[in-house]
């Protein structure tokens, strides 16, 4: 996967911020959003304000926010349009690995394996316009 160093706690918190704002651009609902980032509702709630939430997110939250930043680069890449950037999570995908589904359905259904499989599927795409 990707190497990986812990962040300090104001880097969580920011990290937690910006995948937040990733993932409510995707049209994702608060539910969706603590199932991608297994965060409580009341971090969530907490990083939607002004306050520091991000202090005591373990390894597997902060991967999970990883993933979020990679899935958003890579859509950045692929598209030069903000609206597929932001909108291509939330449309039904006639791929192999998506099967008509969602791929924001994939990646809220909490677990990591959904989340890294939806980034790899992303990515392909990114490599698939440098050919």
Request: proline fraction near 3%; charge should be positive; charged fraction near 20%.
């Amino acid at each position: 996967m990707m190497s990986f160093e812990r962040l300090t706690e104001q880097h969580s918190s920011l990290a937690l911020k910006v995948a937040l704002r990733i993932i409510r651009a995707w049209q994702a609902s608060p539910h969706q959003a603590c199932q991608i980032l297994r965060i409580s509702p009341s971090t969530y709630r907490r990083a939607s304000q002004v306050r520091s939430a991000g202090r005591r997110l373990d390894r597997d939250q902060q991967q999970r926010i990883g993933i979020v930043l990679g899935i958003h680069a890579s859509l950045r890449t692929v598209f030069s349009n903000q609206a597929n950037v932001t909108g291509f999570p939330s449309l039904k995908n006639a791929n192999a690995f998506f099967r008509g589904r969602l791929p924001l359905e994939i990646m809220s259904q909490g677990d990591m394996i959904s989340l890294y499989e939806t980034f790899k599927h992303i990515d392909q795409l990114r490599h698939l316009g440098e050919a």
